[in-house]
């Protein structure tokens, strides 16, 4: 149980798309996601905080004009790159955990992670 | 504030042998919990192991423990009967016990098992 569905795995387009990348809990309802990027050989830093039927939380220094989330449902997430530029390239992971457990044990699940490569 | 490290970018370990993976956190938040994260090539997190502030014992799962001293603030990974397939990249994170839910993670540290 607890799969976590990130679509698409791995993307590659010109500058200036924009790209939609979905985070979905298969089996469990999650009112928080969590977006991550990751650069080569780094750790994973947090991006934003999605939280379903409202706004999300951004970290100090991520563009929230640049990187939208929508958390329409209890089960799914989506975050858009618009109009990306090379330095948007990265990997972008997301994770959740099940709503009502709050106790800090209950691990993130995370996604299998979408590639991002801009032209 | 919470600020996790672990010092070794790297390491090596012979198959069938343990390896100690080595992590240290600072944070001013009473209670909290730890969480190892193994990454494989292909990127997706797996959930390793968690030790809780508040746990009296270290942690245990299959061949994963947690070596928790909490007096010295470390949370070091024990793998014991490495096997090829824990070659990966592996993270240590935390997470208050109330308020934010995300992790904060280390910088990871790869490691290598040799045949």
């Known amino acids: 149980g607890a799969v976590v569905s990130q679509h698409p795995s791995w993307v590659i387009c010109k500058s200036g798309t924009s790209v939609k990348i979905e985070c979905r809990s298969l089996?469990?309802?999650?009112?928080?996601m969590f977006w991550y990027r990751q650069f080569p050989k780094q750790s994973l830093m947090l991006m934003a905080t999605s939280n379903e039927g409202s706004k999300a939380t951004y970290e100090q220094g991520v563009e929230k004009d640049k990187f939208l989330i929508n958390h329409a449902s209890l089960t799914l997430s989506t975050l858009t790159v618009t109009s990306a530029h090379p330095e948007d390239s990265s990997f972008y992971i997301c994770?959740?955990?099940?709503?009502?457990?709050?106790?800090?044990?209950?691990?993130?699940?995370f996604g299998d992670g979408t590639r991002l490569s801009i032209l | 504030a919470q600020k996790i490290t672990q010092t070794q970018p790297g390491m090596f370990v012979q198959e069938k042998e343990a390896v100690t993976l080595d992590c240290t956190y600072d944070t001013s938040d009473p209670s909290y919990g730890l969480f190892w994260y193994k990454q494989p090539s292909s990127g997706e997190m797996i959930f390793l192991i968690y030790q809780g502030s508040y746990d009296q014992q270290n942690a245990t799962e299959g061949r994963y423990s947690l070596n928790f001293q909490k007096a010295r603030k470390s949370a070091n990974l024990v793998i014991s009967a490495s096997q090829l397939g824990d070659s990966a990249m592996y993270f240590c994170?935390?997470?208050?016990?109330?308020?934010?839910?995300?992790?904060?993670f280390g910088t990871g540290t790869r490691l290598t098992v040799i045949p």
């Open positions: 994770s959740a955990s099940r709503t009502g457990f709050t106790k800090s044990n209950q691990p993130q699940h």
């Open positions: 994170a935390t997470r208050p016990l109330t308020g934010a839910n995300n992790l904060f």
């Open positions: 089996d469990f309802q999650a009112t928080t």
